[in-house]
């Protein structure tokens, strides 16, 4: 494993790399804190951006600011720490909405869809789209399906661990996820999106239809 050295490098570092840096950063170390920071910040930002659009920003200081305050009490590796730290922006973006008094409606939700064409529309959608674009199209949705989204295909985290974020169960999760991915699937801009001819990757090879995918 790399050492602490690794933590100032420019950019995102691996999550054996992070892990260290983690750790570091736990004990004190502001070069690590910064590359903790660097590199969660982006996936942070964007899954607030759903949660509370333009206040993502002051949401994330606030996060960050608690984070930088009660880090040398945690306790745990990384997964943990991502948890942890998705909790807390979760709950400043919550308080950052009652603030606001915005209350997302709950949209009818669609029957008669194949499970694996929403998934592959989910697929070409993430493969075709720039960030921007799929993050305003999520935050079309009711909030539930739109963080358990945000946490499962964006920020990466499994069931269970999106499920200690939003406090429900890992089935629950699950569901509103594929709700999410239904709701997407029906809406005309996104099918055409996905029915475009698809875009050369940087390695000169084209993304493809996925003919499989892990349970949501």
Do not use: H
Request: glycine share 8%.
């Amino acid at each position: 494993m790399a050492g602490v050295s690794s933590c100032d490098r420019i950019g995102a570092v691996d999550d054996d790399d992070l892990a260290v840096c983690l750790n570091a950063a736990v004990g004190g170390d502001e070069v690590g804190f910064a590359a903790v920071w660097r590199s969660l910040q982006p996936a942070l930002l964007r899954y607030l951006r759903v949660l509370v659009g333009g206040a993502a920003e002051d949401v994330a200081s606030e996060t960050w600011l608690q984070v930088a305050r009660d880090l040398r009490a945690f306790d745990g590796g990384l997964p943990s720490f991502r948890v942890w730290l998705f909790r807390i922006a979760r709950n400043r973006g919550l308080d950052e909405l009652r603030r606001s008094r915005r209350r997302p409606e709950e949209p009818r939700e669609p029957a008669g869809l194949d499970d694996q064409f929403v998934r592959d529309v989910a697929y070409e959608v993430a493969e075709r789209s720039d960030t921007r674009w799929a993050i305003d199209m999520i935050r079309t949705l009711p909030r539930g399906q739109a963080e358990a989204l945000m946490l499962r295909l964006v920020v990466g985290l499994d069931a269970r661990a999106a499920a200690q974020v939003l406090g429900k169960r890992p089935g629950a999760v699950r569901v509103a996820t594929m709700r999410g991915l239904r709701q997407l699937a029906v809406r005309t801009d996104v099918r055409e999106r996905a029915a475009a001819p698809p875009l050369p990757r940087p390695d000169g090879t084209t993304a493809v239809t996925a003919t499989g995918s892990e349970g949501m």
